[in-house]
């Protein structure tokens, strides 16, 4: 099993910065890749940001939404990911949910989710 919790949501303004961060425990050498999604008000989750792991290296897509504003990375144990958000608009504003998946057996874990509000 996986655990996942979310942190550094909030209320930020038009143009802000926030950061967000997902520590995971439990069985987190069986994760091949996190991620983040999101889920606005009436609308379906969306990919926002991925990061795998290649051999040492890690390998990192975005939204095409959200390219060259957000950046996704992780620290070096793998424990947490982090979601820099920069440039942020109004439509940014959704619940962020941390995801983490194993490939072997095609399953997801999510976090409890963080709300991002950006305001005028």
């Known amino acids: 099993q996986v655990q996942l919790v979310e942190s550094g949501g909030g209320l930020v303004q038009a143009g802000g910065s926030l950061r967000l961060s997902c520590a995971a425990s439990?069985?987190?050498?069986?994760?091949?890749?996190m991620g983040w999604y999101r889920q606005a008000p009436g609308k379906q989750r969306e990919l926002v940001a991925r990061?795998?792991?290649?051999?040492?290296?890690?390998?990192?897509s975005y939204a095409d939404s959200v390219k060259g504003r957000f950046t996704i990375s992780r620290d070096n144990a793998g424990n947490t990911v982090y979601l820099q958000m920069s440039s942020l608009k109004p439509e940014d504003t959704a619940i962020y949910y941390c995801?983490?998946?194993?490939?072997?057996?095609?399953?997801?874990?999510w976090g409890q989710g963080t709300q991002v509000t950006v305001s005028l």
């Open positions: 995801n983490a998946r194993r490939y072997d057996l095609g399953h997801d874990y």
């Open positions: 439990g069985s987190i050498v069986s994760i091949n890749a």
């Open positions: 990061i795998s792991r290649s051999g040492i290296t890690s390998i990192t």
